[in-house]
Nanobody, 124 residues
Framework: QVQLVESGGGLVQAGGSLRLSCAPS????????MAWFRQAPGKEREFVAF???????YYADSLKGRFRVSRDNTKNTINLSMNSLKPEDTAVYYC??????????????????WGQGTQVTVSA
């Protein structure tokens, strides 16, 4: 069983930056396909970014250029660097993982493991 633990959320002013981290616990020697999703109040969970086992990355079109996902192989964690944050980026951010390549990186059902989420709040 894999558990994902997110960290790094918080309150930031518009234009600022934050970095989220996600660390799998349990079978930490295994590499996973991993992704970030977010869910704003009253909205559906949406795809943010994906990183493959070979560190190929994909992003939601609206976030390209501001968000960057990376993998730290020494710590077996993934990070989400968020820059030029906007109030509309306010959401709970979730880390997700799968042992197998997702059919579509943005499909929630393709991920077996989820973190508990970390709150990101961007003030105007």
């Amino acid at each position: 069983q894999v558990q994902l633990v997110e960290s790094g959320g918080g309150l930031v002013q518009a234009g600022g930056s934050l970095r989220l981290s996600c660390a799998p616990s349990g079978r930490t020697s295994e590499k996973y396909y991993m992704a970030w999703f977010r869910q704003a109040p009253g909205k559906e969970r949406e795809f943010v970014a994906f990183i493959s086992k070979t560190d190929d990355t994909y992003y939601a079109d609206s976030l390209k250029g501001r968000f960057r996902v990376s993998r730290d192989n020494t710590k077996n964690t993934i990070n989400l660097s968020m820059n030029s944050l906007k109030p509309e980026d306010t959401a709970v951010y979730y880390c997700a993982a799968s042992r197998f390549a997702p059919n579509l990186v943005a499909t929630i059902a393709d991920y077996n493991y989820w973190g508990q989420g970390t709150q990101v709040t961007v003030s105007a």
